[in-house]
């Protein structure tokens, strides 16, 4: 069955095949700018691309096959979808396209790709903007942490906690302190209490959401609710329950998965680039991840298995976006004579600026599309994938980057010792 993790990997599927084919085109305009003629600024292309997608794809389907491996049954979905897309998409951009191509360059069929260029050659100093650029994330974490201790075990739906959620439509707002007392008075403790919005669009209208440890406390929830809070025109349109064996293992294995999945990618980094870069990488993954959450938390939404879904995605891209400018760079730092300082990356972020905004307004258009028209659970779900996609975006230029960079000298000097 398909469900809205499986889509979910659709979904960075699609994002990482047009990645590919944004990538492969770009190689081959850089190419045909030096002069080269279209069969060899063809081959050229696709010859150096191929790095890039093969380590960007092979990051994310290590992710995939541990996720797979360790995941619960939401995340499976995710992994199995994601696999078969990956592996479908990479043989599709580096070989049936290629060679698509090529037939119709030796039928003297195609002669040029026009490719409109929407970023012009840039010099921006990325790296010196990024001290501005870690204080803003901090700011936006620390607002995060903040709303996300405010609020407490209610970020949590009940798949993860267990027990039972109320979604309560109702006539008129009830003030959240007198709620939280009349159920105390019932004996109804630590019931977590937040006003959400529901659904997307025109459709959007605020929902109560009350979450008990059993059933029992939500029998009485309602029942407090109709003889002290009538005037308000509490009406109960959903009720979920979940044992709390269930989300204790929906907990577990999910943090399994995500450690196993950091290790692998810090492994398979460190052998195709160096260590310092792995540690970039995971650093700007968290990064990315915990904006997600903060701006979650922020919004007052929860965290159910549909947004873990979201989250899994966000960490998809992520890795992807990042390993695009780690190749740039690696290249660059072979023509510099393997230097490698603020000028090398610098140098390579505004070589990939093109592909990289390319492919993130081509997500973000396809993501908002779904924030608009979507319902309730598919705005979650679109909300933590637009976040994450411009934390992605920012992190792969402004915290990964950086780290690597950062993190550099120590590690050369760790080794220089040994």
């Known amino acids: 069955t398909l469900t809205l993790p499986g889509i979910a990997g659709i979904v960075l599927t699609v994002g990482m095949a047009v990645d590919a084919n944004v990538l492969i085109f770009e190689r081959i305009r850089e190419e045909m700018r030096t002069g080269k003629r279209f069969g060899a600024a063809l081959s050229a292309g696709y010859d150096k691309a191929f790095s890039t997608i093969f380590d960007s794809n092979l990051t994310t389907l290590l992710t995939a096959v541990i996720l797979f491996w360790q995941g619960s049954g939401p995340v499976k979905g995710f992994a199995i979808t994601l696999t078969a897309g990956i592996l479908a998409s990479m043989y599709t951009a580096i070989v049936v396209t290629r060679m698509v191509f090529e037939f ?183 990064h990315n991840v915990l904006i997600t959450l903060g701006v979650f938390f922020l919004f007052g939404r929860q965290l159910t298995t549909t947004s873990i879904a979201a989250l899994l995605t966000v960490v998809g891209y992520s890795v992807n976006d990042t390993i695009v400018v780690f190749d740039r760079i690696r290249e660059t730092r072979k023509l510099r004579g393997g230097r490698l300082d603020k000028a090398v990356v610098n140098e390579s972020i505004n070589a990939t600026l093109s592909r990289t905004l390319l492919t993130s307004l081509t997500t973000l258009l396809s993501v908002a599309m779904l924030m608009v028209f979507g319902g309730g659970a598919i705005f979650d779900f679109a909300l933590a994938i637009f976040v994450g996609v411009v934390a992605g975006t920012y992190a792969s230029v402004f915290i990964a980057s950086p780290v690597m960079l950062a993190v550099r000298p120590k590690v050369a000097l760790e080794a220089a010792k040994k």
């Open 104 to 286: 119709l360059e030796h039928r003297d069929w195609l002669h040029n790709l026009k490719m409109t260029q929407w970023v012009k050659e840039t010099k921006i100093d990325f790296m010196g903007l990024r001290h501005v650029a870690a204080v803003l994330s901090i700011v936006v974490l620390a607002a995060g942490a903040f709303m996300g201790y405010q609020h407490g075990r209610a970020n949590f739906g009940v798949d993860f906690t267990g027990g039972q959620q109320l979604s309560l439509d109702f006539s008129q707002k009830a003030d959240v302190d007198a709620l939280r007392t009349a159920f105390t008075g019932a004996g109804i403790r630590d019931a977590g209490i937040q006003y959400q919005r529901s659904g997307a669009g025109a459709e959007q209208n605020e929902v109560l959401a009350v979450k008990v440890a059993t059933p029992e406390e939500g029998a009485a929830v309602q029942k407090v609710l109709g003889e002290q809070f009538a005037a308000n025109g509490f009406k109960l349109i959903q009720e979920d329950t979940v044992g709390p064996q269930v989300g204790k293992e929906l907990q577990r294995s999910g943090l399994i998965a995500l450690g196993l999945s950091l290790l692998g990618m810090i492994v398979y980094i460190t052998i195709r680039f160096e260590f310092s870069f792995a540690i970039g990488a995971v650093v700007g993954l968290l």
